[in-house]
């Protein structure tokens, strides 16, 4: 889910020159309300009572216009019993709107409506496994409340239409319809009938399979939706609309996906955003490539306009202000993550806000270019680092507050950056987007943490990711490189420092790039710093001008220094003799000046350390005989100076 949106330009001169719909834009992402007017039931506490069921329809049946946020109508919820006797049947829904009453099929119940919480008794104890429905009649006026409202009803000052639209994530379904807020129980299936002044129109959820004429001037749009949906991707939208529908055809689909958009009733609006709309079409013929076949295949997808200061993912229907490349992109990327496969947990958010964010920049690379696609990926680093000491992971004490469940620094950018981050340590695009599409089947229409994700890299990999996540998933911050180098010969030294951003997690693994620069050319090495200060040698037959660090930003990491260490030279020039080179057991080590604490070791071309000695003698000898032969070098520190010198073992 998106929120306010601020522009800016980046300075980059190529990106400058393509075209002005692919704009990058910047979200504020702070437009959540502080001290945010729960319920007195608490979003994170369990209410065991709402366990002991699950649900499998809602069906709504309400009266809606487009100029405020009254409401009358029903709720009626279909459930299979999860006790051994369901007395009670307990349901969430705001105090300020008023319970008229309750019906299981003809019979009418009896209820209370306190503290948030409708309580029906069933009258006689439903059985385990059972089916059972509950009818809910209720009318009032849902509390406009800011972004999170549940209901919200305002005119557009750019177009003067007004609209009435819900938002339900995270704690809001309640608002405006009886439910169960519980992210791991997905409704089978949802009918959404919605009676409007017939000037007017109402989107939903799913396929619209009937609009009928109504008493008093008014039509009923009956939608319908049979693919598993999360409480809060539940949605209505009334204005004065159109309807443009286009298609969709990705590879491997017989048949086209429709893509039904309404839209302002101007032919302005039109004429202004066609092209945008279009590319929709586009985006969904990518994305099925890269994660597979659009999930609601059957269905639609498409969008209700809204002047709501950015969009929501309702599954099939995407809520949105405007249709800018990137909003339409991550909006509908949330149709794989976040709707098809949603969050376990408000914890685990990254399943939907992280990747969802990724697929802007994805969009990017594949439809815009890969300049686009940097400065995008440039500013989402800038984003995450705003906040050195955060985690992706939201811990469990703060999964209630809806302003950190949507950080936009960590959820969505730091989020979208370890997705980016993933696909750099698989070094594999084949391997990466096979991952994604096995997630998407193996958690098809279901839930998922963070955790499962990492079960499947792990598998589709077959690595070991546990030291991925322990410091980019539930760890805080990021990895600082201080670089030193120096050059001998045809030999370059890099020793690489790792200063964490947060002491939430002291020390971090990372592959790595370095870019080796050279008169007319360049060449780049690859390799993986296992602990926070390492050195690696490489052999590079060039004379070496400057050194970068993660050249094509890869990582979320800041460099701190990059130092040219030229005291790094022959050891004959230090009054230093190393000897036998080559050897086969032994090699001697001779000081030719005055004692002095220096510390040696014996290295591979990776940087792997096999000897580390720490002496204060002139004279030493190295027991090299259970070494493998090959090429190691040889370094020596000593006070603020340097030496390392290539060492050959047979």
């Known amino acids: 889910m998106k929120k306010i949106i601020l522009l800016i330009t980046l300075l980059l001169s190529n990106i400058l020159l393509i075209a002005q719909r692919y704009e990058i834009p910047e979200f504020e992402g702070k437009c959540l309300r502080s001290g945010y007017p729960y319920s007195k039931v608490s979003p994170g506490e369990l209410i065991e009572a709402l366990q002991d069921y699950d649900v499998k329809y809602y069906h709504l049946d309400l009266e809606a216009d487009n100029t405020s946020t009254f409401i009358k109508g029903s709720t009626e919820i279909g459930a299979v019993s999860n006790v051994a006797s369901l007395n009670s049947f307990v349901v969430e829904l705001i105090n300020d709107l008023t319970v008229d009453s309750v019906m299981t099929g003809s019979t009418l119940l009896n209820h209370t ?67 169960k807020q519980d992210l791991q129980d ?74 039904q958009n309404f839209i302002y009733y101007q032919i302005s609006y039109l004429e202004q955003n066609k092209e945008l709309i279009d590319e929709t079409a586009t985006l969904i013929e990518l994305f099925s490539d890269l994660f597979s076949l659009y999930p609601f295949a059957n269905e639609k997808y498409g969008h209700c306009v809204a002047p709501m200061g950015g969009a929501m993912e309702h599954q099939t229907m995407t809520t949105i202000d405007n249709f800018s490349f ?86 969505y950018k730091k989020g979208a950056a370890i997705v980016h981050m993933i696909r750099f340590e698989l070094d594999n695009d084949s391997l ?48 600082k490189f201080g670089i030193e180098w120096s050059r001998d010969g045809d030999t370059v030294s890099i020793r690489s420092t790792i200063t964490p951003s947060s002491t939430g997690t002291p020390s971090f693994k990372t592959s790595i790039e370095f870019k080796l ?86 290295l591979n071309l990776s940087g792997k350390e096999f000897i580390k000695i720490v002496t204060e003698q002139n004279e030493l000898t190295i027991d090299g005989s259970h070494l493998p032969p090959g090429l190691y070098f040889l370094r020596i520190r000593e006070e603020n100076n340097s030496y390392v010198k290539k060492i050959v073992k047979f």
Request: charged share 20%; proline share 4%; hydrophobic share 35%.
């Open 517 to 602: 620069n050279y008169q007319g050319g360049d060449t780049t090495i690859r390799v993986f710093q296992g602990q926070n200060i390492q050195t690696f040698n490489t052999y590079v037959p060039y004379d070496i001008t400057s050194l970068e660090v993660d050249p094509d930003n890869w990582i979320l990491n800041q460099v701190s220094s990059i130092s040219y260490i030229p005291e790094y030279k022959e050891f004959e020039k230090r009054n230093i003799r190393v000897f036998p080179n080559p050897f086969s057991t032994n090699l001697n080590v001779i000081f030719l000046d005055n004692s002095r604490h220096r510390e040696i070791s014996l």
């Open 326 to 411: 990137y909003l339409v992109a991550h909006e509908l990327g949330h149709q794989w993550f976040g709707d098809n496969v949603t969050c376990a947990t408000w914890q685990d958010i990254w399943i939907n806000e992280g990747f969802a964010s990724y697929t802007e920049y994805l969009a990017y690379q594949n439809l815009v270019s890969q300049d686009y696609a940097d400065g995008w990926m440039d500013s989402a680093h800038d984003w995450a680092m705003s906040l050195p000491d955060g985690s992706v992971y939201i811990p469990f004490d703060e999964a209630s507050d809806v302003s950190r469940i949507f950080s936009f620094a960590l959820s």
């Open 432 to 479: 990466f987007f096979s991952t994604l599409r096995e997630f998407q089947q193996e958690f098809a229409d279901s839930v998922a943490t963070g955790d499962d994700f990492k079960g499947v890299l792990e598998d589709i990999s077959g690595d070991d990711f546990s030291w991925y996540f322990d410091q980019w998933y539930y760890g805080a911050g990021f990895p």
């Open 113 to 179: 409506h306190s503290s948030d919480l409708i309580t029906v008794n069933m009258g006689s104890a439903v059985p385990a496994g059972e089916f059972f429905t509950v009818k809910i009649f209720y009318h009032g006026t849902v509390p406009e409340e800011g972004f999170f409202s549940g209901m919200t009803s305002d005119i557009d000052i750019d177009w003067g239409n007004s609209v009435t639209w819900t938002l339900s994530e995270p704690f809001n379904a309640k608002d405006w319809f009886p439910c």
């Open 186 to 259: 997905k409704a089978d299936s949802v009918m959404i009938d919605i009676t409007v002044p017939d000037n007017l129109m109402a989107g939903s959820n799913g396929k619209l399979v009937n609009t009928i004429p109504v008493e008093g001037g008014k039509t009923r749009y009956e939608w319908r939706s049979y693919y598993p949906t999360d409480y809060y991707l539940i949605s209505i939208s009334v204005a004065d609309y159109q309807d443009y529908s286009i298609y969709a055809h990705p590879a491997g689909l017989d048949d086209s996906i429709l893509i």
